[in-house]
């Protein structure tokens, strides 16, 4: 008899918003009594986790995994694609793909064109992208697939009180891991320390790093006493930003390469205001700015000090996208 459901992802620790995606949906399975299993891509286990330790050997394993009706990856490297064409040829079980990034763009051509034929050639594959803009260009190269934002809604959770002073504001700046070219090519973090530098007077960072493991401490500091900030940044690792973004005036995500924003929608629904680039298509309700533009940041968050949280978050959606996700599992393993 079939199992039902395999997932195939990392599963927190450490925090970041793919494990955070695989964490929450996993409740919802429960809920709809849906049997599965989540292989975890890390180091964690738990009743319905499957630790693989980021063992190479589980990849092999997976190829012949059994007794499942469907498996769901979700992308996190290039080589993926290619296992994934490699997969349907060895093992007739239906996939879900979700891409969780704009990256695939960014590719250069001969790769990209690669990554496509290993995508339309997966059998038995459906396709999930959470950015617009990748969905759109899939479409024109025939390639079937569904935008669907990975974001499932915060339960309530616990609420971490921080020691605050009378002259700081705290904002929230949340990263997967720290590394040089992340955070210059992606996360854009010095353009961020850079508005804290000018505002140091009156704004402190809570900068929250998913994992500390993967983590280049010594070039964070670096960055860090670079802009003289030493002590106007605070770093939580691998805490989840619910537990502490009210605490914070606005989160603030000034990527220059982004798939869509889950911090953002997170934060709002928490009542908390967010400000990010406009480098793709952003949650309902967001103050955008252009990449790199300083002075557009400036401008968002002086925006977010002078006008009523009321007004500013009167535009966010109350998303379901998990809602979707459940309905597309169970065609899969009912119908």
Known sequence: MNKGLAIFGPYPPPIGGVSIHISRIEKHLIKENIDFQIFNHGHA??????????????????????????????????????????????????????????RFL????IFKKACVYFIKHTKECE???????????????????????AYVPPKPSRKIELKKDNTSIYFAFSIWKCTQELSEDIYDLPLALSFLKLNKLNFKMLLFIGTQE???????????????????????????????????????????KDGYGIALQEAMDLG???????????????????KTDLNGLQKAVEFVLNTPKQEILKEKENLEYHKELILKYKALLYE
């Open 45 to 102: 286990s738990g009743e319905n986790v499957v630790v693989t330790e980021k063992s190479k050997l589980w990849y092999f394993k997976m190829l012949y995994l059994k007794g499942f009706k469907a498996i769901h990856f979700h992308q996190f490297f290039k080589f993926h694609y290619l296992y994934y064409w490699v997969f349907s040829k060895i093992n007739s079980t239906p996939i879900i793909i979700t891409i969780h990034s704009e």
């Open 106 to 109: 960014f590719y250069n051509s």
């Open 127 to 149: 396709v999930i992208t959470v950015s617009k803009e990748l969905y759109d260009f899939f479409l024109k190269n025939n390639i079937k697939c569904s935008y669907l934002p």
């Open 214 to 256: 993967d983590s280049d401490i010594n070039y964070l500091n670096t960055l860090i006493n670079k802009y003289h900030l030493k002590n106007h940044v605070v770093i939580l690792f691998e805490k989840q930003v619910v537990e502490y973004v009210h605490n914070c005036k606005f989160l603030l995500k000034t990527n220059k």
């Open 272 to 290: 908390v205001p967010a400000i990010a680039t406009n480098v793709c298509k952003r949650p309902k309700g967001t103050i955008l700015f252009n």
